[in-house]
């Protein structure tokens, strides 16, 4: 019944752009319907989607760390391990 530490986990190209002017379309997996866009206008869709989640998590006073990948989550695994024990600690005081 401990509240879990929620991390978001993304790797570099998913949030940076990694060519200017470039054109892409998209399939979505449920409807297989194709979309085409500008690179930029999905760029910012990314970036506005993850502020938005993180500004939710924030909202509910949940801990929570922005990873960039499994190289990034090795060098702060201490970092991991704090928030982890601070969630468990606010849970524990809070019984």
Known sequence: MIPA???LIFQRWEIEQPV???TVTLIDPE???PITDKLEEIYKAIKAH???VQALLSAARINHL???GISDAKARTIKIAETYLKTRQ???ASI
Request: charged share 5%; glycine share 0%.
């Open 5 to 7: 530490a929620v991390y």
């Open 20 to 22: 200017d002017n470039a």
């Open 31 to 33: 409807t297989l319907t």
């Open 50 to 52: 993850i502020s938005h």
């Open 66 to 68: 922005p990873v960039q």
């Open 90 to 92: 606010m849970h524990v």
